[in-house]
């Protein structure tokens, strides 16, 4: 019993060695090739001194407050999907070790996932009517957000859900669609923001 725990206790420090130093450096190498795989990325002002904002003039098309609360809610979710991918190295490691060595650590991020999504959500659902059909009409995308959201509240409930590396996975592709989604539809946005017309 007492080789078994040192056992234990000798392996949890190792990971915990390693998840400080080379399974974070794995995360960062993931972590840049999801983004040069990624098509879009926030419309950002150019970097000379004419820069504007690229949202200049949107409130002829969205409400400014939901635009930003929308680039708000990109980047927070964007940080998760960021965490994922340390998230995954460990949820793989624990699935080839002895069980428990490994802290995960899924919870959290699967539940500020989650938050951010249901906020997002909230905030399209207390546009008016009229400002629901433009934006829907410009590519908003809440119908598959919210697909994407019930998907992993549905996912929450699995008995291992925090530890399996498939559903784990899962929720990383999930929560980097819903990225993908709303950059894509902030970059509609930020494209006709001068002329509602064109």
Known sequence: MIVEITLLILGGLGNLAWDLTGRRVSARARRQARLARRRDSLPLPAADESATDPFVGIAAVAPPAFVEQTRVIVEELDRVVDHFDLVLLRAEAAESLISDVVYIGGEIPRERGRELLRSWLEAVD?????????????????????????????????????TSTELLDATAVDFEAAVGLLVGFLRTLGQGSGDPYR
Do not use: C, F, I, K
């Open 126 to 162: 207390g546009l008016a009517s009229d400002s629901l059909d433009r934006l829907r009409d410009l590519g908003l995308p809440d119908l598959a957000v919210r697909e994407v959201w019930e998907r992993e509240l549905q996912r929450s409930h699995w008995p291992n859900a925090a």
